[in-house]
């Protein structure tokens, strides 16, 4: 009998997240839809679903763990591996983004102000616009959303996944805040190409659709320092495979990054479809799905299905 890379049985592990999945279940309803994205507004508050994939290739799946959303937010941690493995870690990049915690919403204007045009990280809305920014400087020749979707399919190993073309642009059209974020950097020169194509590229990457399974295939790599597992790729090299994931756990969940590491302990990144992505270095990468959020934006449901998760497992990076 192999003993697994995790620690833990597969069957414990489904254990174990069915636990935390039905205790996070009894508190679902105090969670609430995003609804400043119209298309957002229309996803049921009563959906919870959960994926864990392990270094093994083990995958776990709860509830409604294969139906596509909105990933929003997460789509930062994937142009962010972009962008470092086609440029590196260079001085440049990390002049026009900081790897500081924001301590403010994701989408604060008055910061960006403050600080001259240089967004607290690249996990918060403006920091992933400089990073959308840089890759479209990168991919010249190429379709940018294009080149983000194929990279998203390749490394989930899913053929299906696509930009959902209603929720970008209910993005668009419903964008004033990010307009004004691109419009900030661009006055402080911190933006190369067009506000619009650049916020083409942004409001797209966040529109696209995928499952808590497709998210968890895609993220392995963020658990096996850069190799991923199941296409046998190198994604990123395993020195900024680490900075991805010291970003994550910094400032994946805005400012409530430190609530999230306290209850948690884990690498993770939320997006404001209710998804969130957890990465034990290692092991495995866990996702979950439950489309309420608490008041900074989070999964009100998906934090408790980590918490318990992560208490049970004693999986955490301290
Ligand atoms: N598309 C969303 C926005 O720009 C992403 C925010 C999020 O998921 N936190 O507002």
Known sequence: LRTPVTGIEPEELRRVLEAACKVAARDIKAGKVADYIPALARVPSSKLGAAIVTVDGDVILYGDAQEPFSIQSISKVFTLTMVLSAIGDSKRFWERVGREPSGSAFNSIVQLEMEHGIPRNPLINAGAIVVSDVLHGVLKSKDTVSAVVDFMRQISQSPRVSVDPVVAESEAVAG???ASLANFLKSFRNLDHDVADV?????NQCA???????????????????D??????????SSRTRRVNSIMLMCGHYDASGDFAFRVGLPGKSGVGGGIVAVAPGRAVIVVWSPGLNKHGNSHAGTIVLEHFARQTGWSVF
């Open 176 to 178: 004033f805040r990010n």
């Open 199 to 203: 916020l083409h590229v942004y409001f």
């Open 208 to 226: 696209i659709a995928m499952s808590c399974e497709e998210l968890a295939r895609a993220s392995l790599y963020l658990a096996v320092e850069g």
């Open 228 to 237: 991923h597992p199941l296409t046998g790729s190198k994604v990123l090299s």
